[in-house]
């Protein structure tokens, strides 16, 4: 095939990208899935207010799906209908809201954020995506650009892992999508592509596109409203058809964008060969002892002993049974041992490591940690004493546990 002009993996034709536009909005209008913050943006007519609500899903949406979030937004806009009713909040209440929805910090750093917003900003959003992520702890560039486009119309492009897929594939793009440099240029085409006059609709459309129709396996290429001008869906249906060059070589010349000469076009795999990511690392493996120390209440019902986690690091600020990380290759006899010497110093009483019930294991997957809790019980027939200079602690009963701010993996234990 002849070499392509230089761009050829860009949008550089005034023309397609107007087709491309005015199809994808269109489609937009008539299919779009019917979301609670989409609807609560669409209705408010105080800006602050829609920035808020369009920022909340943007944060509760990173690393988790539609499916799951949509419970949680709909109780904490209910909870926190504002910025001022969110700063007032205690980080307490915050991440028992949170509680099984996961990456807490998220939650965390929004709050912090809102506060901010409160004390320093008088009350106001930024209102740019380049204030947004200047001044909100938490909010990088595409939650800026997210936040800037629906909320204030502001004409800039996102580039989440849905539009990633999408532009990879309209563009042939098999460089690793997780690179600086391929990054950089996704971001360069998101803000040629986004519609002027409807900045938000056409973000929200893009990644909307990338999560029911171009979605990672088995995509609905027949339903897609930008299949003509997909270059990957070209490539799988003509070959190496002229003027369209081979995708496994562009013609520029070492092209930053093309597949690397070692993984080139698998037919078989047709338009999911694209994108293409560095392979991850697996997630490291880890062991922590975890003790549920059981008395009975007052009122004849089991109670549980729960600690909470320090206010930094993994599940920052949660609570938990008395936990300990082990060494991979420790032998029961001494985990028992050093539990019950971490449980005895912590108590301020004996802690006989042959009391220590061995219940079994839970596996938790974090998304670089493979965690296994090796779990013990232990009843108690009275009170305990516990150390003032630890950790703050409480006892709960079974409904308390179940709302206060614990972990799935600690629910998993119980």
Same mark, same amino acid.
């Given at each position: ?12 034709? *005034? ?20 979301? *609670? ?44 209908? $504002? ?59 595409? /939650? ?35 690179? *600086? ?30 999560? /029911? ?171 305990? $004493? ?5 950790? *703050? ?22």
């Amino acid at each position: 095939a002849p070499a392509p002009p230089p761009g050829w993996h860009l949008f550089s034709d *005034p023309a397609e990208v107007e087709s491309l536009r005015g199809n994808l909005l269109a489609w937009y209008d008539r299919c779009k899935r019917n979301l *609670p913050w989409r609807a609560l943006a669409a209705m408010e007519p105080d800006a602050n207010r829609r920035g808020y609500a369009v920022w909340v899903s943007e944060i509760m949406l990173q690393q988790t799906q539609v499916a799951t979030v949509i419970d949680y937004y709909n109780r904490w806009m209910q909870k926190w209908p $504002t910025l001022q009713a969110l700063a007032q909040a205690s980080l307490e209440e915050v991440n028992e809201l949170w509680a099984g929805l996961g990456y807490y910090s998220r939650g965390k750093r929004l709050q912090e954020a809102a506060r901010k917003v409160v004390s320093e900003l008088a009350g106001q959003m930024p209102r740019t995506a380049e204030d947004l992520q200047k001044l909100l702890p938490g909010v990088g560039r595409y /939650t800026a650009g997210a936040i800037a486009s629906i909320s204030y119309g502001q004409a800039t492009g996102v580039v989440d892992g849905n539009v990633i897929r999408v532009l990879c594939r309209l563009r042939c793009i098999g460089a690793d999508s997780s690179s *600086p440099a391929v990054i950089d240029r996704l971001w360069d085409m998101a803000n040629v592509l986004v519609d002027r006059n409807r900045p938000g609709d056409f973000n929200q459309a893009l990644m909307e596109l990338g999560a /029911t129709v171009c979605v990672p396996k088995a995509p609905l290429c027949g339903e897609c409203p930008v299949r003509q001008h997909c270059r990957a869906r070209c490539r799988k249906l003509f070959g190496k058809p002229l003027p369209v060059p081979d995708v496994e070589d562009c013609g520029v010349g070492d092209c930053t964008l093309c597949p690397p000469a070692t993984e080139p076009w698998d037919t078989s795999l047709g338009v999911t060969n694209f994108p293409r990511k560095a392979a991850k690392k697996p997630p490291r493996a880890m062991r922590t002892a975890t003790c549920v120390l059981e008395r009975r209440g007052c009122r004849g019902a089991p109670e549980f002993l729960i600690v909470q986690r320090p206010s930094s690091g993994l599940l920052a600020g949660l609570w938990e049974f008395p936990s300990l990380s082990l060494a991979q290759d420790l032998q029961e006899e001494k985990e028992r041992e050093v539990l019950a010497d971490h449980l005895q110093a912590w108590m301020g009483q004996p802690v006989a490591a042959k009391d220590l019930q061995f219940i079994g294991e839970v596996i938790h997957i974090f998304s670089h940690i493979h965690q296994t809790y090796m779990v013990y019980s232990l009843p108690l027939d009275g009170d305990v $004493t516990l150390d003032p200079a630890s950790s *703050p602690s409480r006892w709960v009963t079974e409904k308390e546990f179940h709302a206060s701010a614990v972990s799935t993996a600690m629910k998993k234990v119980l």
